[in-house]
């Protein structure tokens, strides 16, 4: 049974935060979009990464990009259990449920015709049960105005991406209470707060991992380790950011429920299903919370897992710079500035040979290099940095 209405309405900041996040794709008229549900994947995470490295204005809350797929099409292989945790995976959701998500801005993959098509929802009228969609990969100024039905759009509709607070989530909870139960949801949410990179939502996060346990009681114990990683990754998260807070008791919630977990399971159990870069981000995040010891452990798992990693190498330099160890910061930085110079020419050959493809495709191969070149200053900057100076 489908609630009747549809998620509240952004307001004017939020909404205008969305429309940063999410941008016309700047391809001119003819260029084809993303042709299957990978590309157009990716083309969602290269939103994702692109609107997580602006800086945020005070004045507006913090939001994520949020991406929800149609329970109508198990067959694209969308995640489930077995996503790593913390990544921000698709969410499987119910057909009627992502009409009831659906907002004025929100990008839309409708299944039909030979491929996929990649559309703006630019108007929305539920009472109607009617909504309006812009084709930006249209060769016509402007772009191609379409329409359609909720029914229809609940029978086509294979993805949705959408900004907004976790407080949309919520919202969803209480329309649909019967979701409460559902594991996949929970864990789905928890990734999607962890994979935005917003420290802040880590506390929700590790609620809807709590919750998510609950409902997996009888679930076979490999699932129930990898929501009791996701939950370890929020929890040490959140408690390394109530660490810096000036009440004295911040921290124990987090405290105590990170101690039962520890009695139902390793710590090194749980750390194995972390990746190299969420145990940088841990490591960083105790850095901050003036923890060096773990910080530094946290820093070496990262480091096993793959040294040949420019990030990771980042990481354990500034703690060593930061520990006063210079030498080997400097032998980290340099062996950081190798991998990464190596890998910036592999991209930039990339993009050479992606110069006649799909705009999305030079979209994510620019912004990787971009992004390979950032790192690279940071690198080098690291390099010229003293003891006292990290």
């Known amino acids: 049974m489908v609630a009747s209405g549809g998620r509240p309405l952004r307001d004017v900041a939020m909404a205008s935060r969305a429309r940063q996040a999410f941008p016309r794709p700047a391809a001119p008229g003819g260029v084809s979009p993303p042709a299957t549900l990978a590309q157009w994947r990716r083309y969602f995470d290269f939103f994702c990464a692109a609107s997580a490295s602006d800086a945020l ?7 994520a990009p949020l991406l929800f797929a ?5 067959e694209h292989h969308l995640p489930h259990e077995h996503v790593p945790v913390g990544v921000q995976a698709p969410v499987l959701l119910p057909a009627g449920h992502v009409w009831w998500l659906a907002s ?3 990008h839309v ?3 039909g015709g030979p491929h996929p098509r990649h559309l703006i929802i630019t108007s929305l009228d539920r009472d ?3 909504l309006a969609f812009d084709d930006p990969w249209s060769a016509s100024p402007g772009g191609t105005a379409l329409s359609s039905t909720a029914a ?3 029978r086509d509709a294979v993805l949705l991406a959408t900004f907004d607070t976790p407080n949309l989530l919520e919202q969803y909870l209480e329309t649909f209470p019967e979701q409460r139960g559902r594991a996949g949801v929970l864990v789905s949410f928890g990734g999607a707060l962890l994979g935005s990179g917003v420290d802040e939502f880590a506390p929700l996060a590790a609620s809807y991992f709590d919750q998510a346990l609950l409902a997996a009681l009888l679930a076979p114990a490999y699932e129930r380790e990898c929501i009791a990683a996701g939950l370890y990754l929020a929890l040490t998260l959140s408690l390394c950011d109530a660490r810096q807070s000036p009440e004295p008791l911040a921290a124990r919630p987090f405290t105590d429920r990170l101690y039962r977990l520890l009695l139902d399971q390793t710590e090194a159990a749980l750390q194995r299903h972390l990746s190299a870069a969420q145990l940088c981000r841990l490591a960083t995040a105790s850095a901050r919370a003036q923890d060096p010891v773990r910080a530094s452990r946290f820093c070496q798992l990262a480091f096993n897992r793959d040294p040949s990693d420019a990030r990771t190498r980042l990481c354990r330099a500034k703690l060593m710079l930061a520990a006063g160890d210079a030498e080997a910061a400097r032998a980290d930085v340099q062996a950081g500035v190798e991998a990464n110079t190596q890998r910036l020419r592999e991209l930039l050959r990339r993009n050479e040979e992606c110069a006649s493809g799909p705009a999305p495709v030079r979209q994510m191969a620019a912004y990787e290099a971009d992004e390979a070149r950032r790192l690279g200053e940071a690198l080098e900057t690291l390099l010229d940095a003293g003891p006292a100076n990290p």
């Open 104 to 106: 004025h801005g929100d």
């Open 128 to 130: 109607a049960g009617s």
């Open 57 to 63: 204005p005070a004045a507006i809350p913090a939001a």
């Open 70 to 74: 149609s329970g109508h099409y198990p």
């Open 109 to 111: 993959l409708l299944n």
């Open 152 to 154: 229809t759009f609940e």
